[in-house]
């Protein structure tokens, strides 16, 4: 079966999703994710946009946050700060998906700097809604290419909390929640007693020794390593023809 590793992401985020789950979705492969997880096995999940937009049932990819698709046939539309303050901070918020240009070893979120603040080698786009999404949703999945750039031992900067230095540090804080999942191209990591990344599962044709030559410090390995399943013809199906079919997120290379 012929599959690009973008859509060996957003299927393997799709089937973590359940039925009646609240997500607050971003654009790009969180969309197509939360899309596939609706069509075909959750059906009743919630989509919320950051823009306002709460059960959101989009006729067509989104361009941003705030394109006008979102709005037809949502169940409601409000403003920002309603969706931050009702939503999130009263914790009805199952699941976060989050981007960024660097992920740690104990899931914190870097999308302020590369280099030091004072004098970063780039400068980026910086947080939006991200830390009061990985502060206060119940949990956090992440997509990210798997690169030793993008998952250092240290971010350069903590844009968003993870387990800051582990769970201790971030209960001792009063946050609840916090990362849950991250999924890249070459396979699954969660987290362990402590808060520390660890690889559930390599995607097929991957290797562990590639994965771990492609993280910025000693990940460990779980005992029970698993492959994970490959998109299936209708899941590849439904985002080729429906979801993403000019290949806006999905283009790329064949795996």
Known sequence: MNYTSAEMMVVTAARM???????????????????????????????????????A?????????GDPCLVTGAGSVCSMFDVFA????????????????????????????????????????????????ACLAKKVFVLIPHEKRRLPEKVDFIT????LGGRAERSSLGLEGGPDTVITNKGVLRYDETGEMILTSIHPGVTVDEVLASTGWALKVSSTLEITPEPNDEELR?????LDPTGVYLGGAVV
């Open 238 to 242: 439904i985002l080729r023809e429906e």
């Open 57 to 65: 049932k989009p006729s067509r990819l989104p361009l941003s946050i």
């Open 160 to 163: 968003s909390p993870g387990f």
């Open 17 to 55: 999703l359940k039925n009646g789950d609240r997500v607050f979705v971003g654009i790009g492969m969180p969309n197509l994710a939360v899309n596939l997880a609706k069509r075909l096995h959750a059906p009743d999940v919630h989509m919320i946009f950051e823009a306002g937009v709460i059960g």
């Open 86 to 133: 009702f939503y999130l901070q009263r914790g009805l918020i199952d699941i976060g998906f989050l981007g960024a240009a660097q992920v740690d070893r104990f899931g914190n979120l870097n999308s302020t700097v590369i280099g030091s603040y004072e004098r970063p080698k780039a400068r980026l786009a910086g947080s939006g809604g991200a830390c009061d999404i």
